[in-house]
């Protein structure tokens, strides 16, 4: 195995599809690329976009946006969010979920996650007690789905409003309903690695009017609002389109135009990539060095990325293991790095919020690892992946000078 090299690209994804660029060169040829630009009363692309989100998500309204990380924002902001707020979130997440509660003036406090990589229920209640914080920013983070009849129950004893960050479980569910049903409002990404692809771009689901009217209005509809292919009731925005300001981060029909013909492979995709991620994970099994993440019955994933620890490695053990597998051509992410790396970070790095002491969720990403699973591989791909990985992690733990100290005898035994 020892000359097993892989050759495929972690960042390259599959192509458009030729209905979407066909849709697109249509808005081009068009020359009406801003989602209010149409021939009189016609349903923009944007408009057509948030219908058909709407639809599939089972959600009342949605609003379309610049960007994931905008949707976060507005979310936020329509919710009743206020300079000084304190905004619970998840430990383990990416910087543009504490990055969005920091732009509009929130304070990010971090909650721990448990061994699965979920939010912990119980040091969620904790924090809502002692910081009398009244917002929840759940980070679905890398598609890892925590109880979420667990987790409402908590919050319907702490009175917390939830805003699902759904960037990761476009597609997945809970007991059989979507992600992003269980909140006040869902935010979604459509930038280039998540599950549907317009380069950047943001969804935000709601069913409750009120803040879907703010949405509209923060995303800058000026007073186009009707034009919105999801939108509560004119009646609705009569005072609110007057209370809330213009912040312009709306989806174009370019992109608009682009998404529309991916969001019906979009279930087809789900389980291609399930059947990745399966294949890579059951070959992560058989290294008894690696301890791969369990996944809850009632979770139905999205596989397009897959984490795991070698949880004996000491720091020079973790980045020995990385230089192994970038040598035989596996990318790996390590979220216990010292230092950010592209888009892999931790809280010790965000130093705008206030320093915060997580050993539980530190102790975590000391031997965390995260793999992007493109649909570009095949199933036997995934099965080289996860050999070579193996392999690696096997050499690396034959070193006993990379060992954490109290871990050594442990895995000597195994």
């Given at each position: ?59 009342r309204f949605c ?64 924090k809502a007690r ?11 983070m890398r598609g ?271």
């Amino acid at each position: 195995m020892q000359d097993l090299i892989f050759r495929g690209s972690f960042t390259q994804q599959e192509p458009i599809p030729d209905t979407a660029i066909e849709a697109a060169s249509a808005v081009l040829r068009s020359g009406r690329l801003h989602r209010y630009n149409t021939d009189g009363d016609a349903l923009s692309e944007t408009a057509a976009l948030e219908q058909a989100y709407a639809t599939w998500q089972g959600a009342r309204f949605c609003l379309a946006t610049a960007s994931g990380g905008q949707a976060l924002q507005i979310a936020l902001r329509a919710a009743g969010v206020a300079v000084g707020d304190a905004v619970l979130t998840n430990a383990f997440t990416l910087a543009p979920v504490p990055g969005a509660i920091a732009a509009i003036g929130g304070k990010p406090v971090f909650v721990e996650i448990d061994k699965t990589l979920r939010l912990d229920i119980d040091d969620l209640a904790r924090k809502a007690r002692v910081t009398g914080a009244k917002w929840l920013l759940l980070s679905h983070m890398r598609g890892h789905i925590c109880d979420m009849d667990r987790l409402m129950a908590v919050v319907a004893e702490t009175g917390l409003t939830v805003i699902e960050d759904c960037a990761h479980t476009m597609g997945a569910r809970w007991d059989g309903v979507r992600s992003g049903s269980h909140g006040l409002a869902a935010c979604f990404s459509t930038q280039t690695y998540k599950h549907i692809n317009s380069g950047e771009g943001g969804l935000l689901t709601s069913d409750d009017p009120d803040l879907m009217a703010r949405a509209i209005m923060l995303s800058g509809s000026y007073m186009l609002y009707e034009r919105h292919g999801a939108a509560p009731p004119p009646e609705v925005f009569r005072e609110i389109r007057l209370q809330t300001p213009n912040t312009s981060a709306r989806m174009d029909n370019l992109r608009a135009a682009i998404l529309l013909p991916q969001l019906a492979d979009l279930d087809r995709n789900v389980a291609r990539w399930n059947a990745l991620y399966d294949a890579v994970e059951s070959g992560l099994r058989d290294s008894p060095a690696i301890q791969t993440i369990p996944r809850p019955a009632q979770e139905t994933k999205v596989g397009s990325s897959i984490q795991f620890r070698v949880p004996a490695l000491s720091p020079d053990g973790c980045r020995d293991f990385l230089t192994r597998t970038a040598a035989r051509g596996v990318e790996l992410k390590w979220f216990g790095a010292p230092e950010p790396h592209g888009f892999t970070s931790t809280h010790a790095s965000w130093t705008y919020v206030d320093r915060q002491t997580l050993p539980q969720s530190d102790e975590i990403f000391a031997t965390l690892f995260d793999m992007r699973l493109p649909l570009t591989f095949a199933v036997e791909d995934g099965e080289v992946i996860a050999r070579i990985i193996g392999d690696c992690a096997g050499e690396t733990i034959d070193r006993p000078d990379l060992f954490k100290p109290q871990e050594r005898g442990e895995n000597e035994s195994r």
